[in-house]
């Protein structure tokens, strides 16, 4: 499910995750990568997750987009 999927990205090195996302997305063609954050994540977090997708999408020829969720402030 969705929290083991979490679990497994959290615990996945730098060089492993875009095989992992690619694992993920295997299946799908245009999909969308919903990436949770807070403003304590450095950017570069960030930055790696969208790289990750990049590469699938280069390697698979797909078109998997990312977007950065945040939470509203109150």
Wanted: no cysteine.
């Amino acid at each position: 499910g969705i929290l083991n999927s979490a679990k497994r990205l959290q615990e996945t090195s730098e060089e492993e995750l875009s095989q992992v996302i690619g694992g993920f997305l295997k299946d799908v063609t245009d999909g969308t990568v919903k990436l949770h954050s807070d403003k304590t994540v450095p950017v570069q977090y960030v930055v790696t997750v969208i790289d990750a997708v990049n590469k699938v999408n280069a390697q698979q020829g797909k078109k998997h987009k990312v977007i950065l969720a945040t939470e509203a402030t109150k």
